[in-house]
């Protein structure tokens, strides 16, 4: 199965609301990165959070991370609809020489 | 240019033709990353160059595809004798290789449809 894991798949919310999406992965990591993609296409680097760190924050976005449950969580507050997009987490391997494994996202629909 | 690019933006061909994709790094990114990304699937990471180093190919599926980056700069992705599952989003990124923080920037991707 893929190193990280995104759940939920899918999640639609209202202008306004948070939205919170998890990722899970399954070896020790340097790193975990966030992306956002934009009707299927390039994708675009959001917040990188070091394995030595348990929380970051960048404009409405927050990222945790638990390495003890391997596990990072992004959370969008006051969510708009230009918001609407797949978020990716994307995590190395310690030794990977910089290698990403991408999970298969969670499309986040944010309705006006 | 102010990013990376990639060249054609959508790519047609039938069965069995060879393919060349090409991606344009950002200037001075040493690290050069290729992904396919198939209909509402994540991305699977395909081969990736790092300076001069030897690439890194265990991700590619097949000995019909091959990549190559010339000058430290650009590359192609060749894939030869198409097939139909081979139809996907090819997506290039390139990346500073500094300690601690190598965040990767996209290209637009490249949509190859195999008919």
């Known amino acids: 199965s893929q190193q990280g894991e995104e759940d939920p798949q899918a999640l639609s919310i209202q202008e306004g609301e948070n939205a919170t999406m998890n990722c899970s992965y399954k070896t020790s990591i340097n790193n975990l990165q966030w992306y956002r993609q934009n009707s299927g296409r390039g994708l675009v680097h959001l917040i990188l959070i070091r394995s030595n760190e348990r929380e970051k924050h960048s404009g409405r976005l927050r990222v945790t991370l638990d390495t003890s449950k391997k596990s990072s969580s992004l959370l969008i507050t006051a969510s708009r609809a230009a918001d609407t997009a797949s978020y990716f987490c994307?995590?190395?391997?310690?030794?990977?020489?910089?290698?990403?494994?991408f999970g298969k996202g969670t499309l986040l629909t944010v309705n006006p | 240019g102010a990013g990376v690019s990639q060249s054609p933006s959508n790519k047609v061909t039938e069965k069995g033709k060879d393919v060349e994709l090409r991606c344009d790094p950002i200037s001075g990114h040493t690290a050069l990353y290729w992904y396919r990304q198939s209909l509402g699937q994540g991305l699977e990471f395909l081969i990736y160059?790092?300076?001069?180093?030897?690439?890194?190919k265990s991700g590619l599926p097949s000995d019909r595809f091959s990549a190559e980056r010339t000058g430290g700069s650009v590359s192609t992705l060749t894939i030869q004798r198409t097939q139909q599952e081979d139809s996907a989003v090819y997506l290039c990124a390139s990346s500073l290789v500094v300690a601690g923080t190598y965040e990767q920037y996209f290209g637009p991707g490249t949509r190859l449809t195999v008919t």
């Open positions: 994307a995590t190395d391997q310690r030794g990977s020489n910089y290698k990403l494994t």
């Open positions: 160059f790092q300076g001069n180093s030897a690439p890194d």
